[in-house]
């Protein structure tokens, strides 16, 4: 019913709203509703190791369909934002230790990053710009 490909086509999706929802979604819920206690901080790191296994997964199911699909070029610059991708989740993991003044005030300029790449990647993946 199901081949290989469209379940790793589902992986990679849940893997992007994995990736890019959950912890957007609960950073700007601590933003918009004011939140100042660090014990906030302690729930939002539960949810940025989620993150990071979302884009663990987003990241080998990509690579699976982009060798079912023959290797195509239009992959590579997603290849080329890992090591990137990688230090910005490390870096905002490292976030979540710090005080919620620091937290809020670093976290602004990491989503306004998060968001272009996504945007780029989204990008990518949609309109398959070949090299």
Do not use: C, N, Q
Not at 110 to 126: A, E, Q, R
């Amino acid at each position: 019913m199901f081949d290989l490909y469209s379940v790793m086509f589902f992986v990679h999706m849940l893997g992007l709203i994995g990736w890019a929802g959950i912890t957007t979604g609960a950073y700007y819920l601590i933003v918009l509703t004011g939140l100042d206690s660090e014990k906030v901080l302690v729930g939002y790191r539960k949810l940025v190791i989620l993150e990071i296994v979302s884009l663990i997964a987003m990241g080998l199911s990509g690579m699976a369909m982009w060798h079912m699909l023959g290797r195509p070029t239009w992959a590579y610059p997603s290849f080329a934002l890992v090591p990137v991708l990688a230090f910005g989740e490390y870096y905002h993991y490292r976030l979540t230790f710090k005080d919620i003044t620091t937290f809020r005030r670093r976290m602004r300029y990491l989503s306004w990053f998060y968001t272009i790449v996504g945007l780029f990647l989204i990008f990518d993946m949609t309109f398959k710009p070949e090299i």
